[in-house]
Structures are given as C-alpha cells and as structure tokens.
DNA sequence: TTCAGGCATAAGCCCTCCTTATGGGCCGTG
DNA sequence: CACGGCCCATAAGGAGGGCTTATGCCTGAA
C-alpha cells in the first residue's frame, strides 16, 4: 500500500532523524550530539541532513566553529525537548511503574492460609514494590489478564509457562478438637463416620477413604455442600461442623495452635501441587525474579 | 562505542515502536493502527511485541475481539499521545513555518531601485508569504546564513546553486538634466570631461571611456570617492553632483520621470550580470518557486 | 459447523542507517 | 606564514533492523 505509505510518512516526521535533532539543538554540535547517541558524527550529520529535506529548510548554520539554529530550526526544537521528556517520562514510568506493581493471581487459599501470613516479609525484603493480590480459581492467562505471576494447584504441566512447586496439594481429614472431643476423640478413621464430614463429594475424600480402607459409599449417603475453597471448609471445620479434608501445608497455623487437629498422619496424594507460575518471557523481570526468589526461599525455610 | 550505544538505547525508547504504540492503543486495534501507518498487520505486532520486551511488561492484554491496554500500557498511552502531538505540531510548525517566512538576500541597489517598487505584487499574488530581506554586499553563504534566496550580481558561475539571469549589469553614465544644462547640454562622451565624474575609480568609467574612445588618463586625475552602491551614486546624481556610472534597468523610473538623463545610448558591458540564486537542494521548495517564478515574470514582462 | 475477523509466528529480503575513510574550511599557535 | 587541530560534509560499503508474505490459531457470529 505505497500510497497509504507515502501519505504516512510525509505527514510524520522521520524519528530517528529528529532524536538526533533534539541532541544536536542542545550540545550545538554534531560532534558531541553523536558521541551522547553513542554513533559516529558522520551518522549525526546523515541524518540531520536527512531531516533538512523533509521539513524543506536549513536546521542549523553551519559556522566555522559552532553551529547556530536557523529561524525553522529555533522553532522545533523547544517542542522537540518538550516532547521527548515526555516519552522518556512515560517510557520511564511504564518500566519503573510496572515494576512497582507486582499483581499476583492467586487461589483464595493460599491467600488467606499462606500469604497473607508469609508476604510481609516479602514487603519488608521490597518496600517499593506494591503487591495486588487477584484472587480466583480460574487458570489465569496471562495473555488476557494483567497478571505478573500467578499460584496455581494442578499438575504442573502447562505450556508456555515456567513453573516451581511450592508444595504438594496433598490431603488429610482435620477437625477441632471440640468435634473430635464429642465422639470421645478420633482414635483411627472409622471414628470419622460418625461425624459430619464436610463437602463429601470431594474426590479427595473419596481417594482418602480407599486409601484409609473406609468404605466409599458412605460419602454418596451423606448431603453434599462444597463452600468452594478449602479455607471455607476449614473454617466450617473450627467452628466445629464437621470434619474438612485439606493441605495440611496450608493450616499449619491452626494446627500449631490447636484449632484444629490432624487426626491421621495418612495422607493422600493425588500427584497434583500448588505451583509458581509465570511467562517464560518474563522470567527476568525483576519484580518477577524477586517474587520469585522470595517465595522459593520462603517456602524452602519454613 | 558500544557500552555508550547500550546505554543510550536502554534509557530511550525504540521509537519506532513507540509510535506504532501510539497508534495502536488509539485504535485499540492492531490492523487498524498499521493501516494508519501504512504498514502490515505482522508489523505492528513485531513493533508492540518489541516495545513489550524493551518495557519488560505486556501493554496489550489480547482478547478475543479486541485488545485493551494494561496497567503499564494506560500508563503510557497519554503521554506518548500528547508527546505525539508535541512532534508534529512541530515539524508541521518547522514546514509551514518554513513556508511562511522568505528570507531574500539583496543587493542594496535592486532592492531600493527595484524590489522596493515590485515587491507589492508579489505580496499581493502571496499574501500568507512574509518576505524578509536582508541586504548585503557579501556574496551571502547559504550553508552559513538564514537565507532563502539572493541577488547577486557577477559572472553566474557558483557552484552548487540554481542561477536565473535577471538583466545584464550593463552600465552607462546617467546625469542630472540640471547639471547637464549647466555646460550647454551632453553632446558627446567628451562633454562629460567638463563635468564631475562620481566614482571615478570604478572599473566601469574605464571600460566605458575606452568604449567610447575617451582617454583613460582623465579618470585618474579626479578625486576618487567611492560610495559603495549605484543607488548612493545616482542620487548624488539627481542631486546634481556629478555624472555617475550605473546599470540602466535599475533605473527606469528615475529616467522616465526625467530625474536622470542617459545621453548616450553606448553601454558597457563586461559580462556580469544580475542572478537570481538558491540552492539547488531547494528549488521545490514551495516559497522558493513562488519568488523565483514570480520574479522572473516581473522581468520579462517589464 | 462453518466462516470471518483478528493477532501471532516464521522465513526471507530489502533498505535504512551506521561506520570507516577522507576532504575541506577555519582557527589558533609556534 | 605555515602547520596542526577541530569540526562538519561526503562517499562507499556493510550489517541488521524491520517490513512483507504466508500461514496458523482462536473466537464469536451466522
């Protein structure tokens, strides 16, 4: 499309050519404009001479030992200035900007039961940098979301993205001490069916109970309710409703503080993990590589 | 130089893509935008994917139908529009600016004796066109002074510029009718002998003496007093003071108007003549053509 | 289900733009 | 007064950026 081109160009200013203007209007010097652009003063002088043309009259005089705006000259260049500190201003806050504003997407779990006990160190670690939390369960894109970095439960095989395993999503029943205290404590896991159980429809308990030799079918019989998100069932599970089956990484807290229990030291896996995840392209960032760090380092010492 | 070139290029944008940047989030469309810019689709998104890496984060989120602008690239986009503006504000205020103003270098006689009395119609046919003129003797420079276009009068052959002849730099001596009166009136070439001669030491009354079989020697008797211009010289002239030796066309109104008298019809000429000159570089310049068009007609058409 | 619209990607080529090299003009200096 | 230094202009040549063409994928609409 030559005519859309021409059109185009005769209407814009040629860029490069009027970068090397600004730098030549301020040094009043080919020579010392080059060395600020870092190329030659033949390159300077090229395309200086290059935008002369388009704008169809002399920039500068060309004097013995300095050379002097023209009248044209004087004219464009307070703009000029004026309009490359503003893209440097913009480009310089896009970069600095974007670093300073790390937005993680993360399951409302680790949320609640991990970062939001663990990220004050982080922003102790980066004070200038802002973290937004973006809760959800949806597996972000990160295509179509403004999203840095994300934490994720599956399996880990995702294309296009670099991943870490946090931790193992594995799962065991837990409980308050309260419940457990009604049925006289829970000594092996048949004690388990005379409680309620909460969301029985979890594959996961079905995968626990075949692996703790409980029968199956007991868990169709029982009202299925899932709340969505295991702090919601551990929270039913404090306040005594019944017994949730979750990570036990993800409540060490309350298990420290007694608040709930983990009856059984069996665990069940299902192969799947909570992981880091971000674009591979991105892996550099440094916002990105401090997360990083930070959450691996975290992870690793605790 | 290249640690000075890596530094330059990581604190600047690439400012090409940065102005397919601008387009496309006015467009929120990158078809769109690379229409605009006379360029493919793929283009556009090289340039955005390019300014992505250099920003270290997505200004696009990519949706379905559409893209909408991040974090950052909301950041970005108003500035670089407004910086946008700014440029070409600029570079059409540097063409058009450049339209508007013609700098004429002159010699001071054609502008007294002959532009002072023409320029109106140029004015006339031009009227957003403000001609400015700069008169001088000096064989003006057009790399090292603000000059559109000039008057000069020689032999024609500069190099590296457009030259139009305007009239032969011819000359003849030209005297006041009071003063001829005072010895009888001019006869012949030896009646001028009994009268003060201006100038006698220009080249032109040797020529001319010897055109007209005078005897040289006569010239370099007389008190030599030059004032440096034919106009200076005619009006000593009018006023009576002596016969002078100047170019006829530039006086046509003071020989019409009977102010001046030519008695003879014998004109020197060594050659020189009146040029109109610019630099070739410049010929389609809008305001150069204008004037050099313009002038041309006036002269013939005379 | 198919089609159309829109962006991403790969391969390849052209042309821009930069470098090196050289020359000219002017200044200060010995 | 000649010489060297400073600065810009110009020519020739080469490298790589950036564009195009071609193709694929995804999604929403018909």
New binding site residues.
Partial sequence: ?PEL?SRQVSQLP?L??IR?FEAVARH?????A?AEL?????????????LEERVGAPL?L?R????VLTEAGQRMAPAVSEAFALLGGAYAAARSGADGVLCVSTLLTFASNWLAQHLGSFQVAHPSLAVRLDTSNRLVDF?REDIDIAIRSGGGNWPGVEVHKLFNADFTPMLSPKLAATIGGVKEPADLLRLPILDPGDIWWRDWFIAAGLPVEELAKRPGSSMGAQAYEANAAIAGQGVAIVTAALFKAELADGRLIQPFDLVGDDGHAYWLVYPQARRNVPKIRAFREWILAEIAGQ
Same sequence: chains 1, 2.
């Fill in positions: 499309m081109k040629p490069q050519a090397v009043l010097s080919f020579t010392k080059a870092g190329m030659t003063q033949a390159a300077a002088s090229y395309q200086i001479k290059l500068f060309r013995p030992r300095q050379i295509a």
